[in-house]
């Protein structure tokens, strides 16, 4: 809960990164209720109550310092045209949590935490191992998505994300959408918390260790 206030004096104000300590606290608040989200500047601008322009140095400013990371739009072709905005996930979830003053893992926050955590351990586990890869996310303008896209030299695996240990085939919309959309040179993946390996329409659902294991992560 000490790290915002320690971000803040020592790495934002006493660079002096940023102009208007106040300005950029409000905004990294706000970034922190987004977190996992498109991104969209003007809102998050309208909602720290500063100017567009000063959103996106803030927010080049939070990447700059690695508080957060972007989740690019996953391109294949011009096909299909897929809505651009990346999303943007902070680095670690307990930082998160002490930004927003909330560690309940309540009903309406257990899916998007669990969402961050497997992003961060994708990201930051491939960084350990030297791993070179891309993750993207996956989503059209009919609004079918796929959380995370992951592209391994040539492999491409499509990964969804559920916090539910129920998995049926009402899940698999926007894994669907990206097979037909990638072609068939790609694997996809439903990852839960839960431990038993099954498949659902030939989709794995695969407990998240195992996933994470499987993919040398």
């Known amino acids: 809960e000490s790290y915002a206030a320690t971000y803040l004096k020592e790495e934002i104000q006493q660079e002096a990164l940023a102009q208007g300590i106040e300005g950029f606290s409000r905004f990294l608040f706000v970034v922190a209720a987004e977190s996992g989200k498109f991104l969209d500047l003007t809102k998050l601008a309208s909602q720290a109550q500063i100017p567009r322009h000063s959103a996106i140095r803030y927010f080049e400013i939070l990447e700059d310092t690695l508080i957060i990371r972007r989740c690019d739009a996953f391109r294949k072709s011009l096909r299909k045209r897929l809505m651009q905005a990346p999303r943007f996930f902070f680095f670690d979830t307990g930082v998160l949590n002490g930004l927003l003053g909330n560690f309940t893992v309540s009903a309406d926050r257990i899916g998007p935490l669990f969402e961050q955590f497997i992003f961060n351990q994708i990201i930051h586990s491939a960084a350990s191992k030297d791993m070179k890869i891309r993750v993207s996310s996956y989503r059209t ?77």
């Not at 698999?172 to 990638?182: C, D, H, P, T």
């Not at 072609?183 to 195992?210: L, M």
Request: with cysteine.
């Open 141 to 217: 303008e009919h609004g079918a998505e796929v959380d995370f896209i992951l592209e391994i030299g040539s492999k491409i695996f499509g990964i969804e994300v559920k916090s539910q240990s129920s998995i049926s085939g009402l899940d698999l919309r926007g894994i669907k959408s990206f097979q037909e959309y990638a072609g068939k040179k790609n694997k996809c993946f439903i990852v839960y918390p839960g431990t038993i390996s099954k498949k659902v329409e030939g989709v794995e659902i695969t407990p998240w260790t195992v996933f994470l294991k499987n993919m040398g992560l």
